[in-house]
């Protein structure tokens, strides 16, 4: 274990938080409690567990750092509180209100209660009582009328019933009680009033947030892992104590069962199947001995153990097909290991596609083969993307920025720097009314002039960026920057080329101090050397943690990516019939007042059709979809519009 180092609790945290959940330490909510109370004890704060049923796993079987006995205020169990049997639920409440007294918590932290038979008025009731009172997101059970995943049901937007298609799978729930489950959650956390929601991914948030419109707040406390114990670690070595052969790569998994669904058992199956003598897959979790061809490694919760684990893989291959955030993955990136995985849920918030890992289309089998295929021989990836990935989990999931995390949410203070901006979606300046000629002979500014700079940083990075390679001329980088400042929450490249417009969209987003979440880039290209000189480029200035990377066109992007762009760097195809289509696109992917920075308008060869830049983006404004608002370097600045339906 490694020591903590000791954080005497500020004044503005509360002195003793109370954790509340179902079976203690087991699993995967259960680890990810665990750690969040060793991040909680860390900030000086004394904390408690009261649970259902803890199974005889205590914090010292599961803890990565030394326990102070100061602090540790121990886990007690209470499953003789349970409604249907022979308590009524207000029995029920007034019980677990004595219970909750003993440990006298400022604040309650609610987990899971998927298998504990305990009332949601116990919320309320924690709160009348004078506790605050903080319901953890870890997957759908908060939302739904029953289920921790709804899969393709839609019910729980409309109102879960008694027509609930998985109603005696668990959390099983009679189905006459689950309508009236799915209102008592929208009394308890919808409106400015409501329970106190913290979610797990970004991705959950906003699930949470389509379910329950009226929401008053919820925030987003990633999860974390020991950064100390889950690190890089000799290959060979592992495997020897593993007793893992060493002849070929090894592609690990992991699950708490494989048994479940959710966690894609006959996908891992047939992808084993397809891949039996180029590569051995292993995996730790129970059930996974069903699977031929897969070595089983038994299921464990020692972090020790489960390092060893991740450091003995070459691959990490994640099937879980719904996942709120995907904590082995997490695990896998922080030990340096390039990952595979389904493209679902929050998935995307921890594999940067292309630079630490792959997400390949939910459950295709298929394209999972291929990615391990393509990854295992492609040694310039697997160099670079297994050491990003450390670097990026090491500063987005270490226990350090975890509980810095828990820091700013306890205490009220909002985390600032960069990120989550209110877009500004339209450019100032005054109607185009001359002539086409005109207005090609001249420089008209969208913000500033051409030559007035936003910022130091600004003249810096646009002198800096001009020895990147890439296609943009002068005027093209200038403005590209000034986007990422006003509108880069999430910008769009089509065509990447080489990183350079990347990076100068990024560093103008990362300048904008007002931004309090970090911006995010994608970028597409359909060639491989493309997207592997982005990806060096990007690594080399620090920027990986932003981007994610597409190898294919705009048309299969949209449909496989829900992202809202707040501006566009429009390049790519420059046949007519590929900017054409590309822009028509994008006339439906985006919203109204999206900046769009088209690329090569002003080049020469429109004029002899050797491309079709210009005459596809002068139909697509004419048409309606556009407004022309200047031009910049080689590139036009249009604006999205919305045609009346």
């Not at 996942?323 to 995985?341: D, K, P, S, W, Y």
């Not at 901006?421 to 051409?450: C, F, H, I, Q, V």
């Not at 088209?598 to 210009?614: A, P, Q, S, W």
Request: proline share 4%; with cysteine.
């Amino acid at each position: 274990m490694i020591p903590v180092t000791d954080q005497r609790r500020t004044p503005d945290l509360p002195r003793r938080v109370l954790f509340l959940n179902d079976v203690g330490f087991q699993y995967g909510a259960g680890i990810a409690q665990s750690r969040q109370l060793e991040c909680i004890m860390g900030l000086g704060i004394e904390a408690g567990v009261l649970t259902w049923a803890h199974g005889n796993i205590q914090l010292e079987d599961v803890a990565t750092r030394v326990i102070d006995p100061d602090l540790w205020l121990g886990i007690r169990e209470v499953n003789h509180l349970e409604c249907g049997k022979t308590l009524a639920d207000s029995a029920v409440v007034a019980g677990l209100l004595m219970e909750v007294a003993r440990f006298q918590p400022e604040v309650v932290l609610v987990g899971n209660l998927h298998a504990a038979r305990w009332p949601f008025q116990l919320l309320t009731a924690l709160r009348d009582i004078g506790c605050r009172v903080i319901t953890f997101l870890h997957d759908a059970y908060l939302f739904t009328g029953r289920c921790a995943y709804p899969g393709s049901c839609t019910l729980y937007l409309t109102g879960c019933n008694d027509t609930c298609p998985t109603a005696s799978q668990y959390p099983a729930l009679e189905p006459a009680l689950i309508a009236g489950a799915w209102r008592t959650r929208r009394e308890l956390f919808g409106g400015p009033n409501g329970i106190e929601i913290v979610a797990n991914s970004q991705w959950n948030k906003k699930m949470f947030q389509t379910a329950l419109p009226a929401v008053g707040h919820i925030e987003t406390v990633e999860l974390s892992a020991n950064e100390e114990i889950f690190k890089p670690g000799d290959k060979h070595s592992a495997r020897r104590e593993l007793g893992l052969p060493d002849d070929r790569p090894i592609v690990l998994c992991a699950a708490v069962n494989f048994q479940e669904a959710r966690k894609g058992g006959q996908q891992l199956r047939d992808i084993v199947a397809a891949l039996q003598g180029e590569v051995t897959f292993a995996a730790f979790g129970h059930n996974a001995q069903e699977i031929p061809g897969l070595i089983g490694l038994g299921y464990h919760l020692n972090a020790d153990k489960l390092a060893r684990a991740y450091q003995a893989a070459d691959l990490f291959l994640s099937t879980a097909t719904e996942e709120a955030f995907g904590q082995t993955i997490m695990e896998a990136q922080l030990c340096g290991v390039a990952t595979i995985a389904f493209h679902a849920g929050g998935v995307d918030e921890i594999i940067r596609n292309e630079i630490t890992g792959k997400l390949v289309r939910n459950g295709d089998v298929a394209e999972a083969v291929a990615a391990i295929r393509t990854m295992v021989r492609d040694a310039r990836f697997m160099l670079v993307a297994g050491p990003w990935a450390r670097v990026y989990a090491t500063a987005r999931f270490s226990m350090r920025a975890q509980e810095e995390r828990w820091r700013h949410y306890l205490s009220g203070h909002v985390l600032t720097g960069t990120g989550l901006n209110p877009p500004t979606l339209d450019y100032p300046g005054n109607d185009l009314t001359d002539g086409e000629p005109e207005m090609l002979k001249r420089y008209r500014p969208s913000w500033p002039g051409a030559d007035t700079f936003l910022t130091a940083e600004h003249a810096a990075i646009f002198e800096r960026t001009s020895a990147l390679p890439g296609r943009q001329a002068p005027g093209d980088s200038f403005k590209l920057y000034e986007m990422g400042y006003h509108a880069g929450d999430v910008i769009l490249e089509i065509g990447t080329f080489g990183g350079r417009s990347a990076t100068v969209a990024l560093r103008g987003a990362l300048a904008n101090p007002a931004r309090t979440r970090a911006p995010q880039f994608y970028g597409i290209d359909i060639f491989d050397d493309s997207i592997t000189q982005t990806r060096q480029i990007l690594a080399g200035e620090m920027l990986g943690q932003y981007c994610h990377l597409f190898h294919g066109v705009l048309a299969e992007f949209t449909q496989r990516w829900s992202i809202t762009p707040t501006m566009v760097f429009f390049g790519g195809d420059q046949s007519y019939e590929g900017c054409k289509a590309g822009l028509e696109i994008l006339a439906r992917y985006l919203r109204a007042g999206t900046p769009i920075l088209v690329h090569d308008y002003l080049n020469d060869e429109n004029e002899g059709g050797k491309i079709g830049v210009r005459r596809a983006a002068k139909e697509w404004a004419a048409a309606g979809y556009g407004r022309l608002l200047g031009f910049h370097g080689c590139c036009a600045l249009y604006v999205v519009q919305k045609l009346e339906n």
